[in-house]
């Protein structure tokens, strides 16, 4: 048997206030698409300029995401999909799902 779940609404003073906030994060998530071109590119560059170290048959996508992809965009305080699309908004065509647990290599495959 199914159990109804009764909606909660919030108040119309939170609700007026806290929608275009919402909108506004909405727009700035959905905005942070990258091109292939961009994704190849920070591949590249691993090993060399970004994370020196990099092995691709070793390091997970957690490695990079905390060796390389953290501390380059925390010196502009952005998300990585910002500095390699340097600000323009992009809307992806496409969705890329990953697993932290697996080759970073993988996944840009």
């Known amino acids: 048997r199914f159990l109804r779940r009764k909606c909660w609404k919030r108040p119309v ?3 007026e206030t ?3 906030l ?12 990258i091109t292939l071109e961009a994704l190849l590119g920070f591949y590249r560059r691993l090993g060399s300029e970004i994370m020196p170290h990099y092995k691709p048959g070793a390091h997970r996508t957690a490695d990079v995401v905390r060796r390389a992809i953290i501390p380059a965009s925390k010196v502009k ?3 990585l ?7 323009k908004e992009v809307y ?4 890329v799902t990953h ?3 697996n080759l970073f290599r993988d996944l840009v495959a």
Do not use: F
């Open 22 to 33: 919402w909108h506004e994060k909405v727009k700035d998530l959905a905005s942070r698409g």
């Open 13 to 15: 003073e939170q609700t």
């Open 99 to 101: 697993n932290w647990g």
């Open 77 to 79: 305080q952005c998300a």
């Open 92 to 95: 992806p065509g496409k969705m």
């Open 81 to 87: 999909a910002t500095l390699l699309m340097e600000g």
């Open 18 to 20: 806290a929608e275009p």
